[in-house]
């Protein structure tokens, strides 16, 4: 849900408007009073939501994640994106043995421009399938195609990839899937990923095979502007029902309290070992993560919103100082982004930032930043090494047509 539609439900004022993954290792710790000692408040805080709350759909039963022409347009104009995945496409077949004319190529969601299908024909792909579930987006990818005069190379299939198969039961040597959400796996990457690594790969266990390499969640706990500005009983947050808000990655309303950590891992190559398929529905246990309230961004994040409240001129400035710290000190939620590596060598270059890393500044991108609101009003007066302690429980199916889901609960700890 974008800010305004948020602004819009809450209020009555004028039209205004670490995670669990079952893609980490490891266990962390599960007390969460150990991570609190000497605190004289304890808050609770928590949220939940389907991965398509709040966004556009492509069937009324609210299942799949779908997208109108102004996000495709973000998405295929994206500075960040694009000529990366170009690269990767271009690097790929340039490398492969007996050249890019050997080389068959699947892309998983091709979109309405068929931007990534043409890329690969352009740089010698012997065959490309280009797979699109919505049929409207399928006629134009068809369109463009023809255009771009690749017919004879290009074939779209309309459909979910699930329950489609590829002529004469072939299988492809690369697989270039940008099903990336700003939460990683939110748009179905997991299951369309595990189903294409069983049906439609020749090597699926390589690498090499796909594109991204690895898909990837970063989250820390944030403040938010509005989130302060407007509180009850004029504003009612919780009206969203657990959606979150949705933010541009260069809006200076939300800064991070606290260093991100990575709450989601996924390694296309290796996703059949990513998750536990053998425990009911897929659902693995809560994951608790801390995060540590840094004193520095608590200073940076004042000068940010002052600067923010007093270009939005929201406040008299002789008010502005004590609102901007106030805010800078408050804990709205805790804040999601994406990061892509095309390839999966460890000193590659080619790697997509939604938020700059590892700090999680604000920068371009047609990503968002999501973050649901954890309480109704700001858990205010927050101190360098405060604490937000939150268990995270990520539901992420193997079937396509079942939206992911998330749940959030916790507590902030705020010391004398």
Known sequence: MSRRSAMQRCGGIAAATTVLSPFLFGALPRQAAQAADDVTKVIPISASW????????????????????????????????????????????????????????????????????????????KKVYAIEANKEVAQSARFLIKKSGFSDIITVLDGVSTELTLPDNEKVDLVVAELVGSIATEEGAYATVLDAHTRFVKRPNSPKSWIPSRIQTYAAPASYTLHNLFQPPAFDWDKLAGQPVRFNCRDEGLQLLS???????????????????????????????????????????????????????????????????????????????????????????NVINSRTFPEGGHQRSHWQTVLPIMN???????????????????????????????????NVFVKN
Request: glycine share 6%; proline share 6%; hydrophobic share 35%.
């Open 376 to 410: 109704s009003t700001p858990v205010g007066g927050l101190k360098s090494g405060d604490k937000v302690v939150v268990n995270a429980d990520f539901d992420v199916p193997s079937k396509v047509l079942v939206p992911p889901k998330y749940r959030l609960e916790g």
């Open 50 to 125: 389907s991965a398509v709350d709040g966004l556009n759909s492509l069937d009324e039963g609210k299942k799949v994640v779908g997208f109108d022409r102004s996000a495709y347009n973000a998405m295929k104009d994206d500075p960040s994106r694009t000529p990366l995945f170009k690269k990767a496409i271009i690097d790929r077949l340039n490398a492969a043995p007996g050249g890019p004319s050997t080389q068959t190529v699947l892309d998983l969601g091709t979109g309405p421009f068929a931007l990534f299908s043409i890329m690969a024909a352009e740089a010698g792909a």
């Open 259 to 349: 260093d991100p950590v990575l709450v989601e891992d996924v390694s296309f190559a290796d996703i059949p070992n990513n998750i536990a398929l053998t425990k009911k529905d897929n659902i693995t246990e809560p994951r608790q993560y801390t995060f540590t309230v840094d004193g520095e961004r608590i200073k940076q994040n004042t000068v940010a919103f002052r600067e923010e409240y007093r270009k939005n001129k929201v406040i008299k400035d002789e008010e502005l100082e004590e609102l901007a710290l106030s805010t800078a000190r408050s804990f709205t939620g805790v804040a999601f982004w994406p990061r892509i590596l095309m390839d999966d060598e460890k000193d590659s270059t």
